[in-house]
């Protein structure tokens, strides 16, 4: 991918300049780069993001349709020998497909024939916004939408896609809506204060359970930097898990072997990936409290 | 094991039918049963409990570690060779010692003959007060003991082994301290009602996981019967799991996927086998509370 | 009014002690308990109070007119001469008519007449079920009525009149839909303890703030009795207050001077008389909830 | 006052300037300015109020003695002529002494004629952190102590009296542990949201009643806002009061009248006046949570 360059360097470039630095925004097509480059200056990256996906849309029908039928299928061949554009790589590599199981794989293949077979292009997603729970489950849904809506829905996913690479292109960008974020905060209402030195861990669940991220609260009983942050949150199920016993006991507190509350996990949901999910615990040795805070 | 009857039967009884009727509550020492007959009548079943007890514990010192001597070992030859009283069975089934892996049978041999090595006597616990995890935790701390305190140990586990023993023998026993209770109570507090078919799964966590109760609130959001009672709870780790997710769709809330709370799981310790845990769960689709109540 | 006497005492009586036990159920009108005496024996309570009010019912409407016509009015001339019959002057009693200051007389004079302007009857009222500030708020909502609607209400309300007083009569009366009940439950979630020794006071409030009840909780958190329980619950706004600075004090927690929570108020509305209200607070010396419970 | 300067000018300016700029931060003692002024330049305002009270704290007994007697009675006849220092008189005012009754100026009286017969200096208070009712607790408190200890308490009161007084002169003075801050958020966890819109009042109690903050919450959840910042927050009884009952119906939510929650009422007390006090509302139209956080 090219470095990161400002709008104002965009603004000014030459054509040839500006088609090289955002022909792979869209995939395999560096003409839709080309097609805007007149329209330049643009006030903001939200403007030039705008101005390719109206260009994309204003194509006609059989055009886009070919533009569609470019895209690589999700855990596809092409994914599976490499040969899919680098942004693809990196992207479906979120969904850690290479990881899929035999029987995974066979499910994504049925899904990609009877997709591919009902409409005629492949299946598009913005996988970063998704976990591969997730992901299998809109695949299932989508293939029961008419041909209408799928068409729609792939360019809204098109635009998705374009608008998280062209962050990645902009430095500075101030794109709206590129990225959710989870954070967390721990109270001990035993003591009334923060509680300091909670072990906090986060897993994605719904599937095999990965390990996220791996914290320690501070003395304002958050954690330093949020638990997930800088792009979209994939939908999906997770689990926050708070090691309480341990700071409940070296607060010299719940003297029972085993203590009441030792690990308290809670299990939520995520279903806006732009969104924040503030997710504290106020907690006693006894007793506990969440919610979807903000 | 003989039918249960009234303490007035027993009161009244001939002598050789009292210890036809209680000689297996001490392993293999009918004796305590005929040194207690002559005392009758016993005013209730603490009574005669607290004089079979006072006797054993009046024995000279060789005499009663005779008698501790005795007593099977917990997960030993004589259970696993199906050689041991039936009460001894019974209870140690409670164990599922039967299921141990070979490691954990290698564990329990090599506590058992360090004990007996150290102590003379065999390692004796009222098991149905303990999970495997906490009859193993509880084994490897009281192996740190001196001979006095785990002589005085030993005997403090008769008297609970025996308390129950003879809580199965007496009908309408009335024996204070003999049982625990785990029940639950799910409000909605997003609609001010207790949660009606709410289903609530408890397990046996802190080892392989174990299903014990699977039920649904009734319309005072409560299950029918506690989740677990009729004797001591076992001493060790448990999970509540509510499924909120089912809940909320079924009233027509929560039209998110996957929701923010789908199963809602609590875990818990329990360390006093015969107290009342109560563990209320209030919630809406988006935050949970809960706390041991009473 | 009479001694209570059993169903069967007034299912086997003679007609003329039927009516003198029942006579004054229906205000003025002896002539409810004549017509029913002969439908007799009655199953139930229940069965016997649905007679009488199908008898006023099936009434022609002009003679039902002036039955309505009898009753007295709420705080109204005949009030303040004391020429009421006596159970509605014990049950006007309960809205501390009495204490009626100047402006608050006039208003009620004021609805009366406008009222009785327009239906032609006295607002009738079970006056057992509100406080003083929601009967004069819902004398407002009803006198804009229409008439056919507000001669409805008037007999569903006598028919609540009477329930009560019929309960009154019959001993061991088994109807349905006659109490509810305050209850409170103190927890303290520092220590995963019911809250002993709690003071706990409810207010009336919605007006001059008017003592109800001052208790202890005991060693399971709760009041012996009932905060308010054996009638309809007035339907109003009240206030529960929980002394929890002396209780943790007591305690030997929160040295701050002042305590972060001191004296806690719960201020909540009644608004289904004959509901169970059971208002739990979970606290520690820095944290609080409270919930509708059941 | 003088105009705010930055620590700068007062570094650099003559002598006679710094004098004439500080002279008036300690109560009729330009001295304690003057003798610090050869020890410039300060690297910051810490460091110059530490050697202020540095040279205080180094003077002979006597003479510090002295000095303490200069300072004018709280509520004492001075205050109420108009004769003290312009500073005096404005951290007094926000006690409201002038608004004391007949009772309580007589009781501020009685209080400071015992405590000048006990020590021979007038009672000094950092007014600024306490509330008219912590004045008085704390001015009977303080009378019980000895000599010594009275001296050393007078000593540091005028540390934080003249602290807060530095950080009115200085431009950016960035002195710590000079302000509290209290702060609220209301999350409505029916809907998972941040409530908007809902009326938030700050009165001080404990005495008679006193609004200090009236705001809506915006979409956030928050006041703009602190309700109370800038300054020491006095030492006191507080409430908040939350009007929830408006904010449910505007939500289409509680249909019942009254509501069961209708102006949800917090009360609390502030210990730490420099600290940070966060007091949240989780609520439904059925539950409510609140707990001192962060």
Redesign the interface.
């Known amino acids: 991918m090219p470095t990161p360059v400002t709008l104002d360097a965009l603004n000014t470039c030459s054509e040839a300049e500006f088609v090289e630095l955002l022909g792979s925004v869209f995939e395999d097509a560096p003409w839709v780069a080309r097609a805007v480059a007149g329209l330049r200056p643009f006030a903001d990256a939200d403007a030039l993001h705008a101005a390719m996906m109206a260009h994309v849309r204003g194509l006609p029908r059989s055009q886009c349709l070919d533009f569609l039928t470019l895209h690589p299928e999700l855990a596809g061949l092409a994914a599976r020998m490499g040969v899919m554009g680098a942004e693809s790589t990196l992207e479906q590599g979120s969904l850690a497909l290479a990881a899929l199981s035999v029987d995974e794989a066979a499910r994504w293949e049925e899904l990609n024939q009877a997709y591919r077979h009902k409409f005629e292009f492949p299946f598009i997603l913005c996988v970063r916004r998704h976990t591969r729970a997730?992901a299998l489950?809109i695949f299932a849904k989508r293939l029961a939408n008419d041909r209408d809506t799928e068409f729609a829905t792939a360019l809204d996913e098109i635009g998705r896609i374009t608008r998280l690479r062209l962050a990645g292109r902009i430095d500075g960008h101030g794109l709206a809506n590129i990225a959710g974020r989870l954070t967390t905060h721990v109270?001990d209402?035993?003591?009334?204060?923060?509680a300091e030195g909670v072990r906090v861990q986060l897993f994605e669940t719904?599937g095999a359970e990965r390990l996220l991220a791996d914290r320690n609260t501070d003395r304002?009983?958050r954690t330093e930097q949020p638990l997930l942050d800088g792009g979209p949150l994939p939908?999906?199920?997770y689990e926050l898990r708070f090691h309480l016993g341990d700071y409940f006991r070296a607060q010299g507190l719940s003297a029972?072997?085993?203590?009441?509350?030792?690990?308290?996990?809670i299990?939520?949901?995520?279903?806006?990936p732009e969104a924040h999910y503030h997710i504290p615990l106020?907690a006693?040795?006894?007793?506990?409290?969440?919610?979807?805070?903000?």
Do not use: H, M, N
């Not at 209402?189 to 923060?194: C, D, L, V």
């Not at 299990?267 to 806006?272: N, P, Q």
């Open positions: 997730s489950r109270l209402t035993a003591s009334g204060r923060p719904g304002k009983g939908t999906g199920q029972e072997e085993p203590p009441f509350l030792d690990v308290v996990g299990a939520f949901g995520i279903a806006e106020t006693t040795p006894w007793a506990y409290s969440t919610y979807r805070g903000s």
